[in-house]
């Protein structure tokens, strides 16, 4: 299966999950789950949600940020990976001078 997010819409997301600003995206969905290629902008965030079915594994391309997941902060940076298991709540905060740049896999399980 081929994804072309070169041909799907940008969209614009407004205070996610009760964060701060507005993150950009482009969404493939499905019952599986969904792959989303993602922007957190400077100073923005999502707020602490829990994933009550599904692993979110978040792959960051660019920027940095900081996660939290149960608790635990992690340091986000190119290259580092945050996985917040089913079950668990965690939230993302931009906090570099640039757009946060993710790829995020959400598998249901």
Not at 62 to 75: F, H, R, V
């Amino acid at each position: 299966m081929l994804i072309d997010f070169n041909k799907t819409k940008e969209i614009t997301v407004p205070g996610m999950n009760n964060g701060t600003g507005m993150m950009t995206a482009k969404m493939y969905m499905d019952a599986q789950g969904k792959v989303i290629p993602c922007a957190i902008h400077k100073g923005d965030s999502i707020g602490v949600h829990k994933h009550e079915t599904s692993d979110d594994i978040n792959y960051v391309l660019s920027g940095n940020g900081k996660a939290t997941c149960d608790g635990e902060e992690e340091i986000l940076s190119p290259g580092t990976c945050h996985i917040c298991k089913k079950g668990s709540e965690h939230s993302i905060e931009n906090t570099g001078d640039e757009d946060l740049v993710l790829l995020t896999i959400v598998v249901e399980r």
